[in-house]
């Protein structure tokens, strides 16, 4: 359904770019749920923010590459554009469901105008779809909230119209930013359910992005780690934790509070994410790798094709079947 | 809302018995005694005591303040010492021409402040905003009286367009008389919208760094009508608020203004009545357009927390 | 001041090059204010009855008025007046406004009557509270200085009020902390330092409004005595002769828009630059 190739994003001078994302491939299936997973700093938002059309002007540009959706090049297309083509159709929602809604305008209203755009509706008919869609995220007093101001919802119920305003674009793809971190943690499970359930039942692709390998675990199908604006490791879920081949990813899994019950202190990887432009050669986890050689500072490492779908961007991985 | 709309009210109208009592002492801090400023040099011992007595001035001063402002509540400012009238009518007079004035001038400034503003920060960056800003600071840098006579050295002396001065009634001469304002409401409305367009253009920017505006992209309605539904129409609660503000400011430059023209308004009323010594009608006009501008505050304050439906629940 | 200060202060001007031509044109103002007697090729005074209402030309380059006198070493004589107004009205407003505005700000319960006193005042237009104070104190250049910094003494109040407040909450800890060292030592501490570029900026704009008041009372005839060269005065003499001599309304009023247009150029420069905590006490004033 969304296939991205080698996308760069870049920001500063022309004669002088920063990349802060590189070189980002990935594809997405039918129905898939795609958790794409870094630090913050890393890429990530920039890399959905690109894929949607919606990087932020003046600011990071797309430098190269290729995002195709459903077989059309949509790369340099903004929201708007894509859907005067055409061609297929891609939402989202963001991380602070708190400052995401027009705070003087009614939910009903930001919810119709989206149902005006893709379905052609006007007038009351876009209201009777903007109820059912309100009805499909699960919004008790469907009717009675259309008319309701966003201050007047709950952070998880803004969140639950963010996702039916996505869903008024009947998305063939939803892209979700960090949608649940703003959220109390119960709050976060029903939400997670929600969003697993529409995908089964819309057979909607989803690009979920997080920090946090937790919710990985529950909702995705594939994953793609992603450290300092480059992809480097990609397996399906039960491969990743299982036998993580990029010293990166195994760091993340020894963070993770339920592998370590019990622990008086929490493992952390040593050293800082890196800055955008600061590593120029080599790998660029290098500094922080437990594992690392001369080489790894000064060549580019090798993206080694490990098994079915299985990639890491490294040149001394982990053995395989090594217990985590 | 409505308890806030209450107390917001009897806040101002704790202000305004402040400034009451501000214009009231107006009179008594004029170097000399009032009553030689009244009858002038002239005046026989006789006369004084009389004017003294009928004046209240030989009562205490408190009492003095309370039969003024009891008379002001009842619409009495006293009597003009140049026009031999009572204030409240020579001021009535000159209201036409000000109101006149002050709403065209309204007009002009929405109308050229709000549009030009937004596609200043649609097209933020490019020398389109420059040029458009650059020229937005040059107005509010300018005397408003040189923009006033230079349109007048155009328009009424050079082209022979527009008349140059003076305003007969439109209810004598119809609302043609109105060509009489077009080029005094234009010299108001300079600096005016000026300001308006330079504060449009800045919260439209604010508001289109804020994350709603994302989602609105996110949804593929064309850029135009995100400007229109989310960005315009949220920054224009901060331009509402600015009215006020701007209401203060169209006050003073019309003093100006209108002296330039020679309209015959309130505002020239002034600068006459200062070189005429005619006191109780400078006190009679800075307390109407003092109660004129609290109440405008008052209303515009409410408006924008009416058209903020956030406010309701705090 | 070390080489880092000046740097942080120069930066908004390097980053902006149309605030640095603003600034340059500032300071082309204080030379012609401080050498006037030897920039001006004419004295400014001197009456000439034979070239009366004078075109610009090569003897005088911006003409001459209905006395003969020489307009452009009038208008370099006149930016003297202006920057004794602009100066003296930046000082009134900061000499009565951080005292007030600070001192309110740490006292709550006594400064609260006071900010709503300021507020009162603020309930009048500026213009028409510097007519009263002029009807009161009588036309003369000190009190057009008066007039016009009464209007502003009660913005700047206002901004010195908020900018003390927050920084009171900020240093609140710190404050409570190190009771025994008091409130003189907060203010002087932390709090006027923090004041310094915010006023700045407020400086650069109640500098450039002031220049504009000045003019419409010497207009009006009720600020500096007519004989005084100033811009304003220039302008209300030369409306009886817009049509035949309309250089004598084109560079006195080109100065004033000159000054008042750099200086709102340097402020608004400075205020770009202000740390964003600061820098909403300025919005609405334009």
Not at chain 1, 72 to 81: E, F, I, K, S
Not at chain 3, 184 to 212: C, D, E, R, T, Y
Not at chain 3, 213 to 231: E, Q, V
């Amino acid at each position: 359904m969304l296939s991205v190739r080698d996308l760069t994003v870049s920001i500063g001078s022309d004669a002088a770019p920063v990349d802060i994302v590189s070189g980002v491939s990935f594809d997405i299936g039918k129905g898939e749920i795609l958790g794409l997973v870094g630090e913050s700093g890393c890429g990530k938002s920039m890399t959905s923010l690109a894929v949607m059309g919606l990087l932020p002007q003046p600011g990071p540009r797309i430098r190269g590459g290729r995002i195709e959706l459903v077989g059309a090049d949509v790369t340099t297309l903004q929201p708007w554009q894509r859907v005067e083509a055409g061609h297929g159709r891609i939402a989202m929602i963001f991380q602070e469901p708190m400052t995401s809604l027009n705070p003087v305008r009614r939910i009903g209203d930001q919810i119709a105008e989206a149902v005006r755009v893709h379905d052609g509706l006007s007038g009351a008919a876009a209201w009777t779809r903007a109820r059912e869609l309100l009805e499909q995220v699960r919004i008790p007093d469907a009717a009675l909230q259309l008319s309701a101001y966003p201050h007047q919802l709950s952070g998880g119920q803004r969140q639950r119209i963010m996702i039916a305003i996505a869903l008024a674009c009947r998305p063939q793809v939803l892209i979700a930013d960090e949608p649940t971190t703003a959220l109390d943690v119960t709050i976060q499970i029903q939400i997670l359910g929600l969003l697993r359930d529409l995908c089964n039942r819309l057979d909607m692709s989803i690009l979920f992005i997080t920090h946090d390998m937790g919710v990985i675990a529950q909702l995705a199908d594939r994953v793609a780690v992603m450290y300092g604006g480059r992809i480097v490791e990609t397996a399906d879920v039960a491969t990743l934790f299982g036998e993580p081949r990029h010293h990166y990813t195994r760091g993340l899994m020894d963070c993770m509070p339920v592998r370590n019950l019990g622990a008086r202190r929490l493992p952390t990887i040593a050293g800082q994410a890196p800055r955008p432009g600061t590593i120029r050669t080599g790998c660029v986890f290098a500094p922080r790798c437990v594992a690392a050689q001369d080489v790894c500072r000064t060549a580019t490492p090798p993206r080694l094709a490990l098994g079915e779908g299985h990639e890491a961007l490294c040149a001394f991985p982990l053995d395989a079947g090594r217990p985590s | 809302m409505w308890s806030y709309a209450l107390k917001r009210a009897g806040a101002t109208l704790v202000t305004l018995w402040a400034a009451s009592v501000i214009i009231f002492a107006f009179i008594h801090l004029i170097p000399g005694d009032p009553i030689y400023v009244l009858l002038g040099d002239t005046a026989t011992p006789d006369q004084i005591d009389r004017l003294r007595h009928e004046l209240g001035l030989d009562e205490p001063i408190v009492v003095q303040y309370l039969q003024w402002a009891g008379h002001a509540l009842r619409g009495d400012l006293g009597q003009s010492i140049f026009f031999q009238a009572p204030v409240t009518r020579v001021i009535a007079d000159g209201a036409e021409t000000s109101i006149l004035l002050a709403t065209m001038t309204m007009v002009w400034v929405v109308l050229i402040g709000v549009p030009i503003g937004t596609i200043a920060a649609v097209r933020h960056g490019t020398w389109l905003d420059q040029g458009l800003s650059g020229v937005a600071m040059f107005f509010a840098s300018v005397p408003t009286f040189w923009v006033g006579l230079y349109l007048i050295l155009i328009f009424a002396a050079t082209l022979g367009w527009l008349p140059s001065s003076g305003y007969p009634s439109i209810f004598e001469g119809g609302s043609g008389n109105l060509r009489y304002l077009l080029l005094p409401s234009l010299t108001l409305a300079a600096p005016n919208a000026a300001l308006i367009l330079r504060l449009t253009r800045a919260s439209m920017l604010d508001v289109s760094r804020e994350d709603y505006v994302r989602t609105a992209r996110a949804k593929g309605i064309r850029p135009w009508q995100v400007v229109r539904r989310h960005i315009l129409r949220n920054a224009l609660l901060t331009v509402v608020s600015a009215f006020g503000f701007t209401f203060a400011a169209l006050m003073s430059e019309a003093v100006v203004t209108e002296t330039v023209f020679a309209l015959p308004g309130i505002g020239r009323l002034v600068v006459q009545s200062i070189l005429r010594r005619d006191y109780p009608v400078i006190q009679g006009i800075i307390l109407v357009i003092v109660v004129l501008y609290l109440f405008i505050n008052l209303i515009v304050d409410l408006a924008y927390r009416f058209l903020d439906p956030r406010v309701e629940l705090q | 001041m070390s080489r880092d200060g000046i740097t942080m202060w120069l930066t908004p001007f390097l980053a902006r090059p149309i605030a640095l031509i603003g600034l340059c044109v500032l300071l082309a103002m204080v030379i012609a204010a401080a050498f006037a007697p030897w920039l001006a090729p004419y004295d400014p005074y001197a009456i000439h009855p034979v070239s009366r209402l004078m075109p610009p030309d090569a003897v005088h380059w911006f003409g001459t008025d209905q006395f003969g006198r020489d307009t452009l070493s009038r208008a370099i004589y006149s930016a003297r007046m202006a920057l004794l107004i602009g100066a003296g009205v930046v000082l009134f407003a900061l000499i009565t406004g951080i005292p007030i505005g600070v001192f309110s700000a740490l006292f709550p319960r006594l400064g609260h009557v006071l900010m709503r006193m300021v507020d009162v005042l603020m309930a009048f237009p500026s213009l028409l509270l510097a007519l009263g104070l002029i009807v009161i104190l009588g036309p003369s250049v000190a009190n057009s200085i008066i007039a016009i910094g009464a209007g502003y003494m009660t913005t700047t109040t206002r901004i010195i009020y908020g900018l003390a407040l927050r920084l009171r909450a900020e240093t609140y800890v710190e404050a409570s902390r190190s009771m025994g060292s008091g409130t003189g030592w907060l203010v002087v501490k932390h709090i006027l330092p923090n004041l310094i570029s915010p006023l700045l900026v407020q400086a650069s704009f109640v500098f450039a409004f002031a220049q504009l008041g000045a003019a419409s009372l010497d207009f009006l005839g009720l600020g500096a005595p007519p004989d005084i060269p100033s811009w304003g005065n220039m302008l209300a003499e030369s409306r009886t002769f817009i049509t035949r001599a309309p250089w004598l309304l084109f560079f006195p009023g080109m100065m004033i828009v000159l000054t008042a247009f750099s200086l709102n150029l340097v402020g608004d420069a400075l205020r770009d630059r202000l740390d964003p905590r600061f820098r909403d006490v300025f919005s609405g004033e334009g």
